[in-house]
């Protein structure tokens, strides 16, 4: 059954601490991305990467680092410099022709205190 | 820099009723346009899209698109609503060899009432 899985569902961390989100997928899609949902402010993109070992910025990528060090997995590091990290965090993947449609985890919601 | 728009942040519609839900973008090349939605409890997912052709689009559970190349517009529709398609809705751009970076809306809630 083809997907993308992110865990866990929900984290909880204390202020001050690095915490690193898991997303695996195992679509054979080349390309995935991360982003931020808060409410009214619809996705915003954190990181994304087209190929293994290359990953750009996306908008609000400050406090945020990632890796791809092979092609099913993206984690992402939300570090201790992020001002505002509570917020519900989605992986996505796509191919890299044609129109690039994503396809979504379920999500990790952080709360961080 | 590309961004999207999407004019109704709630809409609330009785069983029955025709929907429209309003999309527009701003970026001066060609792009590809999608509507994602949320079902309660569920993985956000690819309604419809428009990558080329028809400007009309059709996508899943009834729903369809236009996009109105002057207008900078996608309008989400669907003649009659059901319960079940209670969500929330998102409209998304993708500038044409932006490497895949799409930019989302705001996101419309819709609840319809029995």
């Known amino acids: 059954d083809g997907g993308i899985t992110q865990s866990p569902k929900y984290l909880f961390r204390k202020e001050g601490q690095n915490v690193t989100l898991s997303c695996e997928q195992n679509l054979n899609h080349d390309a995935m991305y991360w982003y931020r949902q808060d409410p009214g402010q619809g996705l915003r993109l954190i990181y994304y990467s087209q190929i293994v070992n290359d990953f750009q910025k996306g908008d609000i990528a400050e406090g945020y680092s990632v890796s791809r060090e092979k092609k099913e997995s993206f984690p992402l590091t939300v570090t201790s410099a992020q001002k505002n990290p509570t917020a519900f965090y989605l992986c996505?993947?796509?191919?890299?022709?044609?129109?690039?449609?994503?396809?979504f985890g379920p999500g990790t919601r952080l709360t961080v205190t | 820099a590309q961004s999207v728009s999407q004019h109704n942040h709630h809409v609330i519609l009785s069983e029955a009723a025709s929907l429209e839900l309003g999309c527009n973008y701003s970026?001066?090349?060609?792009?590809?346009l999608f509507w994602y939605v949320q079902y309660p409890g569920q993985h956000l997912q690819l309604l419809l899209k428009y990558f080329s052709g028809d400007p009309l689009v059709k996508g899943i559970k009834g729903f369809e698109a236009e996009f109105i190349k002057s207008k900078f517009s996608f309008n989400l529709r669907k003649p009659s609503v059901q319960w079940s398609d209670t969500a929330e809705y998102f409209c998304?751009?993708?500038?044409?060899?932006?490497?895949?970076?799409?930019?989302f809306g705001d996101g419309t809630t819709l609840t319809v009432k029995p």
């Open positions: 970026y001066g090349g060609t792009v590809n």
């Open positions: 998304a751009v993708n500038a044409r060899g932006n490497a895949g970076k799409s930019t």
């Open positions: 996505a993947s796509s191919g890299t022709t044609s129109s690039y449609e994503q396809y």
